[in-house]
């Protein structure tokens, strides 16, 4: 009797990284129609701050109200739809005022302002909002207002990652990459570790690349954790705990990094003694910004002498050695010979993304 060999699952056909049509509705379906994390809370900490992100082309102005709240609007003047900020970062002195014809509006988005325009009711001229949340530290942004809530989104997530408190976390450094690369390459790229000994010799000696414990993909994200091998306690450039363990971790927890990647553009990094993000920015069907930043706990920060560039200097390692093989992989996929191939049975997470890109291009149809 002749067994039957199952065909592994292959990887995507070379469009859904190289057609500049099919990304422009891939970009309407992941990043205008869902939550995408557009930074972190403490980048506004006063009321009147401010910083921009660009989704899909559209420039979004993220700003704390005076009682705290954080609010998100298209950075649009009502008036004749000039761009209110140029600026990508900064604060409003208690009003946010367009540059061209002076119209004014509250932090809360209300028209307070309009010179020469007593003929109109101005609750009727508002700032466009944009749907804003937070989880744990983390804003989140929608520009469909028809959808799901963020807590829906995230589903289980809130309640994995807890003892990490992220809110509590503040940034150390941020670092911005370009890379000529399509977004989803490299959301595969992050959620396997093949590749290491290969490509990261370093990161290899501190983790065991075959270790990872996976837990079952969601419609929402992919990921799962990692332990330490040959005494390293933490990932750095020797593998030494220089800081102290963030304070509500359990023994286990200390032991490992969870990778995730939180749909469509978080990549989520949790160290024992410091947080990593990344947001993806598709700016080109071959093109990705990258921002990345270092987040540690505030008594950690305060102490004298404090001292991270161990975990930096790592990590900015190990990300352009990932950035340059994701652009290789790009070119590859680019040419006329490539053909989809298969993946290991230790690729599942890399399939399970490939099924939701593919299952939210049917739902769109």
């Known amino acids: 009797m002749i067994s039957e060999v199952q065909s592994p699952a292959q990887t995507l056909p070379g469009r859904y990284y190289t057609d500049p ?14 939550w995408v994390c557009a930074g972190r809370a403490g980048q506004i900490p006063n009321a009147g701050d401010y910083f921009l992100r660009e989704v899909a082309g559209e420039s979004i102005l993220i700003t704390r109200t005076n009682t705290g709240a954080i609010k998100a609007y298209f950075n649009v003047c009502r008036h004749r739809g000039t761009r209110i900020c140029a600026t990508a970062e900064g604060a409003f002195p208690g009003r946010i005022q367009c540059p061209y014809h002076g119209w004014t509006y509250s932090l809360e988005g209300k028209l307070i302002g309009a010179p020469h325009m007593d003929h109109i009711c101005r609750e009727d001229y508002p700032l466009n909002p944009v749907q804003a949340d937070t989880w744990d530290g983390h804003i989140f942004i929608n520009l469909n207002s028809d959808g799901q809530s963020l807590r829906e989104q995230l589903a289980d997530l809130p309640d994995r990652f807890t003892n990490w408190h992220m809110g509590d976390l503040r940034l150390y450094k941020r670092m911005v990459y370009e890379v000529k690369a399509n977004w989803k390459l490299l959301i595969l790229n992050y959620n396997e570790c093949l590749h290491c000994p290969v490509l990261h010799p370093t990161l290899n000696k501190l983790t065991s690349y075959t270790g990872a414990e996976n837990v079952a993909p969601h419609p929402a994200y992919i990921g799962g954790q990692m332990g330490f091998k040959d005494g390293a306690r933490t990932m750095s450039m020797d593998g030494k705990l ?17 990778y995730y990647a939180i749909y469509p553009n978080l990549l989520l990094s949790l160290h024992p003694d410091y947080m990593m993000t990344y947001t993806l920015w598709p700016e080109a069907v071959n093109r990705t910004q990258v921002i990345c930043e270092w987040h540690f706990h505030p008594d950690q920060l305060a102490q004298p002498g404090f001292y991270a560039e161990d975990a930096v200097d790592f990590w900015d390692l190990t990300n352009k050695e990932d950035w340059s093989i994701s652009e290789l992989s790009q070119l590859g996929i680019s040419s006329r010979a490539y053909k989809p191939g298969p993946y290991s049975s230790r690729e599942s997470l890399l399939h399970a993304f490939d099924e939701t890109v593919l299952e939210r291009e049917k739902q769109s149809k």
Do not use: G
């Not at 099919?22 to 869902?34: D, I, M, N």
């Open 242 to 258: 220089r800081r102290d363990y963030l304070p509500s971790l359990t023994e286990e927890e200390r032991e490992k990094v969870c």
């Open 21 to 34: 049509e099919l990304f422009k509705a891939e970009v309407e379906r992941f990043y205008c129609r869902t």
